[in-house]
């Protein structure tokens, strides 16, 4: 019996070690852009994609949260935006964790890049329209939607293009 015992107590020794994985310091994750630059290009998201037919909608992959769209529990109902804002900061990190949550490992690429070659990332193709995408081509290289998200993945968002973008007419092309 003791055998047995000394087995078995081996056995879970050895599968312990084996499915433990790595200590959390060699752990690999996602490199993204600065989380506190997040809210000008989340109120954009929010307005331009976060209605509730469109990624404001619980089954989309992309999930955008905010007074315009999609609210987490702890929002007060209402909604001053563009941008007067009631979008909370819990909703502001709910998008920022959706967005780079989709491709990391492209999303890392980019960031560590210095935001060079934005076009890599899903988002980008589909809201400049050179992939298919439901809403249509939503912004252009070089216009302010575009550079408030391209701006923000170079690692300084531009807060300007973030406004004047929130200000512009919501059309798609």
């Not at 998201?45 to 949260?65: E, F, K, P, W």
């Not at 890599?120 to 408030?148: M, N, W, Y």
């Amino acid at each position: 019996m003791t055998k047995r015992i000394a087995f078995l107590i081996g056995l879970a020794l050895a599968l312990a070690v084996a499915c433990g994985g790595p200590p959390d310091d060699a752990r690999v994750g996602v490199v993204t852009p600065d989380p506190a630059q997040f809210p000008p290009v989340s109120l954009l998201l929010d307005h331009r994609c976060g209605s509730l037919d469109c990624h404001g909608a619980r089954t989309r992959n992309l999930q955008v949260y905010g007074c315009e769209g999609l609210r987490l529990g702890t929002a007060t109902p209402g909604c001053r935006n563009a941008s007067g804002t009631d979008t909370t900061a819990e909703e502001h990190d709910a998008t920022f964790r959706s967005l780079v949550a989709l491709e990391p490992a492209v999303m890392t690429s980019v960031v560590q890049g210095k935001g060079q070659n934005p076009e890599l990332l899903t988002f980008v193709r589909k809201a400049r329209g050179t992939e298919s995408h439901k809403g249509g081509t939503l912004v252009t290289p070089g216009d302010d939607q575009d550079i408030c998200m391209t701006s923000w993945l170079a690692g300084a968002v531009d807060k300007n293009a973030c406004a004047r973008a929130l200000a512009a007419p919501v059309t798609a092309r």
